[in-house]
């Protein structure tokens, strides 16, 4: 399984991003991780397979989405009312294992190469 992706940049606090996760593979469920310098790595956003059960982390919720288009293998992250502590790189990964939502890094066992969102002040 390979993972591009793609749409980090700068954008400005209040703004809105679309992050995009292409597959290539059979994958379970996925989920978008970010590490901003200095600290570990977090969870992000989760979602099955199906697109039924979603996670995010409560540092993002009501403020992003996760989505996914099956037919085009691809997941994606809208992150709208962006603050500067959103300032990351931001990871997509795969979980090919199980079918039950899991949230942890560990968990995951396919990683994209990380593309930066940057949130000026």
């Known amino acids: 399984v390979q993972l591009q992706a793609s749409g980090g940049g700068l954008v400005q606090a209040g703004g809105s991003l679309r992050l995009s996760c292409a597959a290539s593979?059979?994958?379970?469920?996925m989920g978008w991780f970010r590490q901003a310098p200095g600290k570990e790595r977090e969870l992000v956003a989760a979602i099955t397979w199906s697109g039924g059960y979603t996670a995010y982390a409560d540092s993002v919720k009501g403020r992003f989405t996760i989505s996914r288009d099956n037919a085009k293998n691809t997941v994606y992250l809208q992150m709208t009312s962006a603050k500067p502590e959103d300032t990351a790189v931001y990871y997509c990964a795969a979980d090919s294992r199980v079918r039950s939502l899991r949230v942890g890094v560990a968990d995951y066992d396919y990683w994209g190469q990380g593309t930066l969102v940057t949130v000026s002040s």
């Open positions: 593979g059979r994958t379970l469920n």
